[in-house]
């Protein structure tokens, strides 16, 4: 009767199915369960064959004290591995089968010991400054042809994104949260903190310089229009020509007053249309008649049904034009997508500063994620243990280092023949 029946392959339908590199290791285990098999029965082979056909005195004494001493400590070490995966023989002995009965327990332990050792911001950012992972996306990038595999792999997520986008739910977003939370939302002070900035920046120079010389070329162009004006609220009974003087005179002084305005940039008009601008800002971001008003007015503007159709125009032409510019293989936004990132990939090879930063950023950002979800990440282990089948968790990780423990089995062997030697010596030489 044999100690122990090898399963030929284990079974895992619960962790995993059985890869070549498994059936690598399950051949493995056989062996070693063989060969640790095969040292056991030699040395109870050798036990029964000398006391049965010798005296076991003189070097039969040795060989029968070793052989004994050898099937002990197979014995007991077989009885140790196989305890840590099932009950031995079949038997519930207290203690035994530990892997199936703790799995659970283990599991935690191990999601512990990860998160605790490993998953910390020290270590995580110490490896990943070594493996200098922006030189090699630099490398990686660096070839056209990855390249065009990311800006592909792009532009099919944005096409998966728009062709899951209707106008529907367009319509519903704007009509339903946009547009309500606009209107609930106070708009005046962003308005004046706008207005303010723009003023700061002097960024509305550039219309008011548009508009003086538009006016000038216009009033220059358009004579007639002061002539009507001094002739429409002239008195009857003032001569034709008198009026015809007053309208060439008010021409030229608003003509040189605006072409002043146009050429000076310091012209009081503009300083005080600046002063009117900071005061309107003002008031637009108190709760003032004005900013009442305004708030008045732009929610009746957002009422407008029209706001809908503007938004449902606005995200049409969007589509097109991302599709047109990125999505199209020939599109051109897409071909300079690809030359920045060749470059950005050269600067990743080429600026060792550069790459360092990079380096330093991913580092630092990956070791705080480590350092704050460090047991979440790692309770994937216990999480995944725990619905694992006992039996069949406790084969999969017998198939990974049961190979190792048979090891122990053949040491308990082979030290256990040599202790046996070594008492039986004590014995023959004592007195």
């Given at each position: 009767?044999?100690?122990?029946k ?7 339908g ?7 590199e ?5 051949r493995?285990l ?5 060969l ?8 109870t082979l050798?036990f029964?064959i000398?006391?049965?056909f ?6 039969w004494?040795?060989?029968s004290?070793?052989?004994?001493a ?9 009885f ?7 009950h ?5 002995i207290?203690?035994?089968a530990?892997i199936?009965r703790k799995k659970?327990?283990?599991?935690a ?6 998160a ?7 270590a ?21 042809d990855?390249?065009d595999?990311?800006?592909?792999r792009?532009a099919?997520g ?5 062709a899951r986008?209707d ?8 009509k339903?949260?946009?547009?309500p939370r606009?209107?609930?939302t106070?708009?005046?002070?962003v ?6 900035q ?5 960024a509305?120079h550039?219309?008011?310089?548009l508009?003086?010389?538009e006016?000038?070329?216009w009033?220059s ?5 002061i ?8 008195p009857s ?11 060439n005179?008010l021409?030229?002084e ?9 050429d000076?940039?310091y012209h009081?008009?503009?300083?005080a249309?600046d002063?009117?601008l ?5 008031d ?5 008649p004005l900013s009442?008003?305004a708030e008045?007015i732009i929610?009746d503007l ?5 706001v809908i159709d ?5 995200w049409?032409?969007?589509k ?9 293989p020939?599109g ?5 997508i690809s ?7 050269g600067r990743?090879q080429n600026?060792?500063?550069?790459a360092a ?5 991913i ?6 994620l480590?350092e704050?979800f460090?047991p979440e ?6 999480d ?9 968790a406790?084969?999969?990780i017998e198939?990974?280092?049961g190979k190792d ?9 082979v030290?256990?023949?040599?202790v ?6 004590i014995i023959?030489?004592?007195?």
């Amino acid at each position: 009767m044999s100690i122990e029946k090898a399963p030929s392959v284990p079974r895992f339908g619960g962790p995993s199915e059985l890869t070549p590199e498994d059936q690598e290791r399950a051949r493995g285990l056989r062996k070693m369960r063989a060969l640790a098999l095969s040292l056991l029965i030699l040395a109870t082979l050798i036990f029964l064959i000398t006391h049965i056909f010798t005296e076991n005195t003189g070097v039969w004494g040795f060989v029968s004290r070793a052989s004994e001493a050898a099937m002990i400590g197979a014995i007991a070490d077989w009885f140790a591995v196989t305890a840590l995966f099932r009950h031995p023989l079949g038997l519930h002995i207290p203690h035994t089968a530990i892997i199936p009965r703790k799995k659970d327990t283990l599991g935690a332990s191990l999601s512990a010991f990860v998160a605790a050792n490993f998953l910390h911001a020290e270590a995580v950012s110490t490896k990943i400054r070594s493996a200098e992972v922006s030189h090699r996306a630099g490398q990686w990038l660096g070839r056209s042809d990855n390249r065009d595999l990311v800006v592909d792999r792009a532009a099919s997520g944005l096409e998966y994104v728009l062709a899951r986008i209707d106008d529907e739910s367009v319509v519903a977003l704007t009509k339903n949260v946009i547009i309500p939370r606009l209107v609930a939302t106070r708009k005046t002070p962003v308005l004046a903190q706008l207005l303010r900035q723009i003023v700061l920046d002097g960024a509305h120079h550039k219309l008011v310089d548009l508009i003086v010389a538009e006016a000038y070329s216009w009033l220059s162009d358009n004579p007639q229009v002061i002539d009507e004006i001094v002739h429409n609220r002239a008195p009857s009974w003032v001569p034709d020509f008198v009026n015809e003087q007053l309208s060439n005179r008010l021409q030229r002084e608003v003509l040189g007053w605006v072409a002043d305005v146009r050429d000076n940039e310091y012209h009081k008009a503009r300083q005080a249309l600046d002063a009117w601008l900071v005061d309107l800002s003002d008031d637009l971001n108190s709760e003032t008649p004005l900013s009442e008003k305004a708030e008045v007015i732009i929610n009746d503007l957002l009422s407008q049904s029209g706001v809908i159709d503007s938004v449902l125009e606005i995200w049409g032409s969007l589509k097109q034009l991302l599709r047109q510019a990125i999505i199209d293989p020939n599109g051109e936004v897409r071909g300079r997508i690809s030359e920045l990132i060749g470059e950005f990939a050269g600067r990743l090879q080429n600026d060792s500063d550069f790459a360092a930063k990079i380096d330093d950023r991913i580092a630092t950002t990956a070791g705080d994620l480590a350092e704050s979800f460090g047991p979440e990440i790692a309770s994937v282990i216990s999480d995944t243990i725990e619905r694992w089948d006992a039996k069949e968790a406790s084969e999969r990780i017998e198939l990974y280092v049961g190979k190792d423990l048979q090891y122990i089995r053949i040491n308990g062997t082979v030290i256990g023949a040599l202790v046996g030697l070594v008492i039986h010596t004590i014995i023959v030489l004592l007195p």
